[in-house]
């Protein structure tokens, strides 16, 4: 019997693509071929163990496990679906998809932060490019074994490019809007086959700006302080970091305006609404060690514990999706001249210690990349070479590698 199922490409084998891997597969129409690189070894010999509470127990190998983009050149696929840390500043996207770029017309990125596309597109300009927002609780444990509670929301859409300042040049996909829409829908319909509660949208980006409010404030705030989520919302805390964050929010709320992203897409109680979400989560704890929402002891403890992925990394002297979460919003506020001041405190402290991670992660030899590819953001922004503005011109060591 002939296998009919299309090919999907899945790069980036972590918690969320091992998850939407399985999930495709389940819709019986698709067979997955997975770029895995630090548990290549682990996946190919033992497959992957799957303990979801909403999906439930399952041992899967997928079709193909490989161990880079080179080896996954060997075909086309419908889908090459982007589930990989999203660090432009060490090894920018189209340079990890190098070899399978011209592999598909349809690229669905599936990862955090603002304006991930645009510098996909622009190497791709005849193919389609979805982005993904996506709400989940999956942690990856042993390095193939996915742990996952019952949240699983997906919303994807197409990138229809973005306003940006008066000295940017628009990208857009050339591919005809119906085709591009039917890659859409067809993806969609993929994923809920396999169970996945996902929806299409029309406009992604209100989406990713909404989710980014939190990672942008949050995330930062907990890495800066050092602490989980619960000790921020302590009792003793909470009055210093809420107003905070409530104006960090309104900063990057400005910015989203600035790109057009208007009240009806992103309303201005988004702010209020996550500051209660987070303090309802996360606030109280040491007080009243009590379950919430019907949880058990293992949950509680699990929220009580809770770090944002940012912290994660920065316990762990890894690179941070700094420049995703936070960077792309001083870029934008650049361009349109507005001011940010707790994001570009926040940034530049990050940025200290992310150029020391980026520096001695052995992977990579990122200063020179992560110098041009800023130097020549801000430059093509007009504005200044950093994303931080410094008021009236200093006498600054010049970026180093900056080619002008
Ligand atoms: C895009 O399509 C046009 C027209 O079919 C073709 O001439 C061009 O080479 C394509 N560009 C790329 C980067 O594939
Ligand atoms: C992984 O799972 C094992 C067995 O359940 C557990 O003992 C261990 O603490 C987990 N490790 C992490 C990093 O969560
Ligand atoms: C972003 O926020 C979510 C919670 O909404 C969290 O699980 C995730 O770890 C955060 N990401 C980063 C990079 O901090």
Same mark, same amino acid.
């Given at each position: 019997m002939t296998d009919t199922r299309q090919d999907v490409l899945i790069v980036g084998f972590g918690a969320v693509g091992i998850l939407y891997g399985w999930v495709l597969e389940q819709s019986g129409s698709v067979r997955v071929t997975a770029v895995a &690189?630090?548990?290549?070894?682990?996946?190919?010999?033992?497959?992957?163990?799957?303990?979801?509470?909403?999906?439930?127990?399952?041992?899967?190998?997928?079709? &193909?496990?490989?161990?880079?983009t080179h080896q996954a050149a060997d075909r086309d696929y419908k889908y090459i679906i982007c589930t990989f840390k999203h660090l432009p500043d060490i090894n920018p996207t189209k340079d990890i998809l190098g070899p399978c770029l011209h592999r598909s017309n349809c690229f669905v990125l599936l990862q955090n932060g603002?304006?991930?596309?645009?510098?996909?597109?622009?190497v791709?300009?005849?193919?389609?490019?979805?982005?993904?927002?996506?709400w989940i609780g999956a942690n990856l444990n042993d390095? &193939?074994?996915?742990?996952?509670?019952?949240?699983?929301?997906?919303?994807?859409?197409?990138?229809?490019?973005?306003?940006?300042?008066?000295?940017?040049?628009?990208?857009l996909s050339q591919m005809p809007?119906?085709?591009?829409?039917?890659?859409?829908?067809?993806?969609?319909?993929?994923?809920?086959?396999?169970?996945?509660?996902?929806?299409?949208?029309?406009?992604?980006?209100?989406?990713?700006?909404?989710?980014?409010?939190?990672n942008a404030?949050?995330?930062?705030?907990?890495?800066?302080?050092?602490?989980?989520?619960?000790?921020?919302? +302590?009792?003793?805390?909470?009055?210093?970091?809420?107003?905070?964050? &409530?104006?960090?929010?309104?900063?990057?709320?400005?910015?989203?305006?600035?790109?057009?992203?208007?009240?009806?897409?992103?309303p201005a109680a988004a702010v209020d609404e996550q500051l209660s979400i987070t303090l309802e989560q996360f606030g109280d704890i040491q007080h009243a060690n009590e379950q919430r929402r019907g949880?058990?002891?293992e949950a509680a403890a699990g929220r009580a514990a809770f770090k944002p992925s940012m912290l994660i990394d920065y316990e762990?002297?890894?690179?941070?999706?700094?420049?995703?979460?936070?960077?792309?919003?001083?870029?934008?506020? +650049?361009?349109?001249?507005?001011?940010?001041?707790?994001?570009?405190?926040?940034?530049?402290?990050?940025?200290v210690k992310q150029r020391k991670f980026v520096e001695s992660s052995t992977h990579h030899k990122p200063t020179a990349r992560m110098s041009t590819e800023l130097a020549q953001r801000f430059a093509r922004s007009g504005v200044s070479d950093s994303p931080v503005p410094s008021g009236t011109p200093l006498n600054l060591p010049p970026t180093p590698t900056t080619k002008v």
């Open positions: &690189r630090s548990n290549y070894k682990a996946i190919h010999e033992q497959g992957v163990q799957l303990e979801s509470a909403k999906f439930g127990k399952h041992a899967w190998q997928p079709y &193909r496990v490989l161990q880079d603002i304006g991930i596309e645009e510098p996909l597109q622009a791709v300009p005849n193919a389609t490019v979805i982005s993904g927002a996506i390095s &193939r074994r996915v742990v996952h509670n019952d949240l699983e929301q997906l919303v994807i859409g197409r990138f229809k490019g973005e306003k940006r300042g008066p000295n940017h040049q628009t990208i809007e119906a085709d591009a829409d039917k890659l859409v829908e067809e993806l969609a319909q993929l994923l809920r086959g396999g169970g996945s509660n996902t929806k299409d949208v029309s406009n992604i980006q209100p989406v990713r700006w909404k989710k980014n409010l939190w404030t949050f995330s930062t705030l907990s890495t800066l302080a050092g602490e989980p989520m619960s000790q921020l919302m +302590r009792d003793e805390n909470v009055h210093f970091v809420i107003p905070i964050a &409530r104006r960090t929010m309104l900063e990057i709320l400005f910015t989203a305006r600035t790109v057009g992203i208007k009240e009806e897409e992103l949880e058990d002891d762990n002297a890894r690179p941070m999706e700094l420049q995703c979460i936070v960077g792309s919003i001083l870029q934008r506020a +650049r361009e349109f001249g507005l001011e940010t001041p707790r994001l570009d405190l926040a940034y530049s402290v990050l940025s």
